[in-house]
């Protein structure tokens, strides 16, 4: 079988057949994808990097209970998110002390201009202030450049969906922008 004109499905349906390279194929195709996702919900190289890997080991564990018929890509999304959710959780219950720098600036800080890095800084506030279901439609799409189709398959809801809450995200983040800059200049 040449696994690179393969369908995500018929990868996946050699994998459970047996086929070796297979797994390391469906690697291949989705890892980029799941750690520019993880990263962007964790803001943390190591902890993104894990989510992938534990992906793909749950992805292993369960390949028997995928089924044939149904689609791989809102499959592995799914683990991953809830992986995701399972990061933010440990967070909570280990929280660390800040390093302190003493007043000096942090050294793995890009040396971006100051008003482009606090933008960015409302822009990732704004977005973690929303509901998972619009900040991921947001995150996929506006960030990661990724078109409403293969938004929607990759959370597993419609197009018409996946756009609504991208909508309804954008009018709730435009609304807490404009409340912060109303804050800022009083």
């Known amino acids: 079988m040449d696994l690179t004109d393969a369908t995500d499905e018929e990868l996946?349906?050699?994998?459970?057949?047996?086929?070796?390279?297979?797994?390391?194929?469906?690697?291949?195709?989705?890892?980029?994808?799941?750690l520019a996702v993880a990263r962007r919900q964790l803001r943390d190289d190591a902890e993104a990097e894990d989510v992938v890997q534990r992906t793909f080991l749950a992805l292993h564990r369960a390949r028997n209970d995928f089924r044939p018929d149904a689609k791989l890509r809102p499959w592995l999304f799914t683990i991953a998110m809830n992986l995701v959710r399972d990061t933010f959780r440990k967070r909570k219950r280990q929280r660390e002390a800040p390093l302190e720098l003493d007043g000096r600036r942090d050294p793995t800080v890009d040396a971006n201009p100051v008003e482009r890095a606090a933008d960015a800084e409302l822009v990732h506030r704004a977005l973690a202030t929303l509901p998972e279901d619009q900040r991921v439609a947001i995150e996929l799409h506006w960030i990661e450049e990724r078109p409403f189709t293969e938004v929607a398959a990759a959370v597993g809801a419609s197009v018409s969906a996946v756009k609504v809450r991208a909508h309804r995200g954008y009018k709730k983040m435009r609304l807490w922008l404009e409340t912060e800059a109303d804050l800022g200049r009083t």
């Not at 086929?19 to 291949?28: I, V, Y």
């Open 12 to 34: 996946m349906a050699a994998y459970v057949a047996g086929e070796p390279r297979a797994h390391r194929a469906l690697f291949e195709r989705f890892a980029p994808t799941l």
